[in-house]
């Protein structure tokens, strides 16, 4: 036997490493380089698992929520849920509490809580809460804010049957929390006010509102001037733990640069539901007639002593305004008053007036129907339902004529001088200047407004 020296063994090591990794080099060579690939063979074999599916356990709890589709049924909601449970839509179709499920409403949410079968352990969906305001009759005082009853929701829980592998439900009513928040903002109008509002991200809502609280100082119709600015702040309210979109509340204070005049306006809370917006000094902005019994829309003809006539083609006194709007439109009344007259009569179509106080008629034609239960005699409050823009009679499309009386004589409605309601009185002078001072101070902060720019 040969016997190597330390140093010789060291050497031959370092062979052989050497020569392993030529081999290894020359193993992974590409194969464009002529060199055959090593055989390869698979090998398939059957391993056995632990059959488990996380989170789908029978103890297993999921949360989930849907919103509301238009068609959707109570069914396909379930189905969206991953419900799995007809015992459940069984008891929905039956008790008399949990039946209002079927009621669906668009874009509202519904919640449910699932065990890791599928089947329902509670259930709730919102059945009466917050609503956007849709017209003039479902407004308070002159905000078109959203009309806010107590909200309530329908509970379904699942409870344990004395009965093996079976359980019954309970269904109750109960109270929702409802959210508010408070939001502001600034813009600047450079051709019209829902353009610019649009640009700032404001809702139509709030527009709205800001033309009907400020309509009786400007015509948002003609008046508006390129640089007018205005600052607002309002409500949103939503339901508490929902996915509901919220609503737009009612606008709490607004200031205007017109032509270089400020208007302001904040609304007055008197509790039980009561109020009116006010300027800072307690006088009521609101008019004792509006002036317009539409909420926005397009003037298509004005008062005028000779006009001519787009159906007889002569020329005529036009008498009144004449409102451009799609037919439907729902129309109110200007003013506190009583029915004088409501039915079809010849040029005007269906039409309807209302007496006021001190001798003052308004008088609204060529609609397409009338507000429910109206009849001559009936009293009617500023801001009411009296009927909806149509094309009966003499008209060529649809919208609504609307004419002014004083003393049995008609006057331009746009130019006429409307009486204002009353002012805070001394009593409500406290209360006012609290509230007022606190609304003041969020449009202060907007001393800045943002420029929404619309051309």
Known sequence: MIELTRKQRISLAALVICSLGAATAFSIA?????????????????????????GASDHGIFHRQERIQRGDTLSLILQRLGAQDPAFLAFARKDRAARQLLQLRPGRTVAAEL?????IRRFWALVDGIDGAKGADEMNELGGEA???????????????SEQDKSTFVARDEAVKIERTLEMRGFEIRSSLFSATDEAGIPDAVA???????????????????????RVTWESLRVADGLDVPV???????????????????????????????????????????????????????????????????????????????????????????????GRKGGYGNVLSIKHPNKTVSLYAHLSGFGPGLRAGSRISQGDLVGFVGSTGWATGPHLHYEFLVDGTNVDPLKVALPTATAVSSIEQAQFRSQVDKHMHRIALLSAPRLARFE
């Open 248 to 342: 737009v509340g009612r606008v709490l204070a607004v200031e205007m640069v017109h032509q270089n005049r400020k208007i302001q306006a904040v609304w007055f809370d008197r509790g039980n539901g009561r109020g009116d917006y006010y300027n800072a000094q307690g006088r009521s902005i609101r008019k004792a007639f509006l002036r317009s019994p539409l909420e926005y829309s397009r003037v298509s003809s004005g008062f005028s002593e000779s006009r001519l006539h787009p159906i007889h083609h002569d020329w005529r006194a036009h008498r009144g305004v004449d409102y451009a709007a799609p037919s439907g439109t729902r129309v109110r009344a200007v003013a506190d008053g009583v029915v004088d007259a409501v």
């Open 208 to 230: 709205t509102q800001v033309a009907e609280i400020l309509g009786g100082d400007v015509d948002f119709h003609r008046d508006l001037r390129r640089g007018d600015s205005v």
């Open 115 to 119: 065990d890791g079968s599928g089947r």
């Open 30 to 54: 590409p194969a464009s380089m002529g060199l055959d690939a090593p055989n390869q063979t698979a090998i398939v074999e059957s391993v056995a698992l632990e059959s488990t599916v996380i």
């Open 147 to 161: 009309k806010l009853s107590a909200a309530r929701r329908v509970l379904i829980t699942r409870t344990a049957s």
